[in-house]
């Protein structure tokens, strides 16, 4: 078996019955952080979706392999199982559920008072913890809810939707911190045994986490792959449509 | 009680006996007994079956060890079998005896509830089979609820019960009942008069739990008068099959900054038909009330009412009707409704009536938990009852009661 955990070859997925991915690939090793680029309405979420498996984003050619398994076919439950776990963008409310009881479903039988009180405190969400689940939370205190309950999960493969999307500065240290701790940034690279792959709009989460490949989701596909700071500096200088044109010359081209 | 008020009672209890009922199925009243066998009164109620205590306890009457109890009343279908208190400042008898041993409580008998509300009242009136009579004295807090349980035995047996529950000025008074009958599958009739005073500066808390069978009609009348800062709390569990049940139960907050709350929680399976509301009239300056329902059917006929009427300045009113429709069939029907009669008020209502949703399921397994798994929680979810006002230790009580129901759901 090679190093890749992470294989995702040639994936094509359709919401209500329109295609929105073409041709998806990517390939991940542990240990690495890759970013998703793209403007509004590319499908990056929409690739998260199908890596987590939710039946609403229908697979209809290709496959994702993880950790050596082909794992298309599967529901989202069974890929939490095998170790996919995954930041919300917007989550729903679950009403009556308590943030206690999605940090201890998370833990599934490790769970004890000690070890949730302790990852609340980390997210700074003590007072949160009988609160209904992201009923009335703010935009930052959904994002640290949801890499709690990640920390809890603890899974090998993390997919995070915008996690700087509706955040203030107070805050998104704090997130690329619980990211960074998420990702065993703090372990030397060969030893660690966890991967995330980020979407991120703004490029902000750079800041406070490192990241390996960047990605730029174009219209379904992905456009173009590299140094991810590199990318986002020809985001920032020349903007999305940009690099949309260059992938459309490249293209045709190709 | 003076002669005249009795034949006064008894001539509009004829008159209406008769009359159906605004809401629900007709039950012919004709098809149930209205005479029992006399029970034994039993001092120490422990020492009832086991059985017997098991079905009082999943109704929330605690038997075997009343450590955690005010006083205990039980009526085993037309006998009273026993009742006692623990705590000082509080009265539990049989009403028939608190009717002999006080005069003026004929000033309360049938004050909040017509006798000629509709049939039901008025055969409680015309065939009455005792009830309880609680009382908080004035000043008194209790600290642990007093529980009282009527248990129906006998087959096709109607029983009529009326209950007066009085908080004096600034008591408190918590109250556990469970309803709950011997029988797994006979046919019974429970039609129960309960009539709440809350005086001045009362706080009561009033919490029912039923536990019928599938053959059994039930048919509360129910009304509760709160004086001024007085506080009435209801709050109604029903998650065991039953043939029919209808109530409407009435508070009028006649004092000025008097409040109500109702919370309900209903599930009714294929067969059981409920029909339940609850009503509030707010006539007191600066009165408020909640009303939270929350109701599942697995198959049964639900219909959730709520009523906040606001006639004073300042009053405020909050509805909120929350349906779940597991599986294929069953229904819900939601009916909040809100009469406000002067300027300057505040009522509100929101109602919801749907299956799970997909996203919240999928919120859950995508965290690692079965479908099942994720169904069962979000149901949990939506029974949980964090009551405001309840002492801790009984809300705990109430929640365990809906989480032993829960096993069935699922």
Known sequence: ?254 | MADKKIAANKDKARAAAAKPAALGEDIDLGTYVSSAEEQPYEADPSRLPDKVKQQMLDAGVILDDPSQRAGTFIQMDNAPVHSSIREEGVEVLPVSQALDKYDWLSDYWWRAVAVNTDKYTANVELNQHNGYFIRALPGSKTVYPVQACLYLTKARLAQNVHNIIIAEEDSELHIITGCATASEEEAGLHLGVSEFYIKRGARVTFTMIHNWNPEVAVRPRSAAIVEEDGLFLNNYVLMKPVRSLQTNPTVICEGDNAAARFNSVLVADAGSSLDVGSRVILNGRGTKTEIISRAITTGGYIVARGYVEGNAPDVKGHLECRGLILGEQGVIYAVPELKGTLAGIDLSHEAAVGKIAEEEVEYLMARGLTRDEATATIVRGFLRVDIEGLPPALGAELQRAIETSEQDLM
């Open chain 1, 1 to 254: 078996m090679s190093d890749v955990a992470l294989s995702i070859e040639q994936l094509a997925v359709e919401v209500e019955g329109r295609e929105i991915l073409h041709n998806v690939s990517l390939q991940m090793k542990f240990g690495e952080t890759h970013v998703l680029f793209g403007p509004n309405g590319s499908g990056k979420t929409t690739l998260l979706m199908a890596i987590m498996g939710f039946p609403r984003y229908r697979i209809t050619r290709g496959k994702i392999v993880f950790q050596g398994k082909d794992v298309t076919g599967l529901p989202p439950d069974e890929r939490a199982r095998l170790g996919i776990g995954m930041s919300f963008q917007r989550p729903p409310v679950v009403r009556g559920v308590k943030t206690r009881d999605m940090v201890a479903a998370c833990l599934r039988g490790k769970e004890s008072e000690e070890r949730i009180g302790e990852l609340a405190e980390r997210a700074d969400l003590t007072d949160f913890l009988d609160r209904e689940i992201n009923y009335g939370f703010s935009g930052g205190e959904i994002k640290r809810s949801e890499l709690m309950q990640l920390l809890a999960q603890r899974p090998a493969l993390t997919l995070i939707d915008e996690p700087e999307s509706g955040v203030d500065l107070v805050n998104i240290s704090l997130i690329g911190e619980l990211l960074n701790t998420l990702l065993e940034k703090d372990c030397p690279i060969p030893d660690r045994k966890c991967m995330g792959l980020i979407i991120t709009h703004t490029g902000h989460i750079l800041d406070y986490v490192n990241a390996r490949t960047g990605y730029v989701m174009c219209d379904g596909v992905i456009g173009c792959e590299g140094d991810p700071h590199e990318i986002l500096a020809t985001i920032r200088e020349k903007g999305y449509e940009e690099c949309i044109a260059c992938f459309l010359r490249r293209d045709k081209g190709g």
